[in-house]
């Protein structure tokens, strides 16, 4: 139990679907992240939310939609993706936004796309 | 870019010796962080460094820095199968505050 949990664990889409990815974390924490891990390459940063306003987005291509509604939840919909946007999808959390501290990191949902 | 940039890529041990990896990055840092990654799974947090630190241990990890040469490494001391797993150092900036990432040590401890 890490405190960040991240649902569905597996995902195979087409790439016409439209589905979300959930995140929710349980440690009071007031910033919540988005990364891609893709296979021998660094962990991209996709979006940052403070306190539910989003903050930063790394030039993440339009058919990824990031969704905070309160600083417990954080939500990644998918529409039209492509293949190489398959992927492991990690939600991170932090008690302050780019804290010294450290990231929480749920388990991931593992997405593939056909 | 600022990404710490991990050596070895690979690394294959027998259990019980020590396992050394090292991070180099390319601009000012305020703290240098270790994670641990199991195959498929979401990132933990090892340990965290700060950019006044030189060296830090927990447990049978130790973590040195040296910001003059912009590089850390992180020791993992009588190593056991279950350390198996790849290791990622993140390096947050002294002006964003950003935490990057780089691409990781695969560790295999074999039994």
């Known amino acids: 139990e890490t405190g960040v949990t991240q649902t569905p664990r597996h995902l195979v889409m087409g790439m016409t679907n439209k589905k979300s990815l959930k995140c929710e974390q349980h440690l009071g924490h007031n910033a919540m992240y988005w990364y891609k891990q893709s296979a021998k390459k660094p962990l991209e940063l996709m979006f940052v939310?403070?306190?539910?306003?989003r903050v930063e987005n790394n030039s993440v291509p339009s058919r990824f939609s990031p969704e905070c509604p309160n600083s417990s939840h954080l939500f990644l919909h998918l529409h039209t993706l492509q293949p190489e946007d398959s992927a492991l999808y990690l939600c991170?959390?932090?008690?302050?936004?780019w804290g010294t501290g450290e990231l929480f990191f749920g388990e991931g949902s593992r997405l593939t796309v056909l | 870019s600022q990404q710490g940039e991990e050596d070895p890529q690979a690394l294959s041990i027998q259990e019980g010796e020590n396992a050394t990896m090292n991070c180099s990055y390319k601009?000012?840092?305020?703290?240098l962080q270790w994670y641990r990654q199991n195959s498929g799974r979401g990132l933990v947090h090892l340990i965290l460094?700060?950019?006044?630190?030189r060296e830090k241990h927990s447990g049978r990890l130790r973590v040195t820095l040296d910001t003059s040469k912009k590089s850390s490494s992180l020791l993992i001391t009588a190593s056991r199968a279950a350390d198996t797993a790849s290791y990622f150092c993140a390096t947050g900036s002294s002006n964003t505050g950003k935490l990057i990432f780089g691409q990781g040590t695969t560790l295999q401890v074999k039994p």
């Open positions: 601009t000012s840092i305020n703290n």
């Open positions: 939310y403070s306190l539910e306003e």
């Open positions: 991170a959390s932090s008690q302050v936004f």
């Open positions: 460094i700060r950019s006044n630190e």
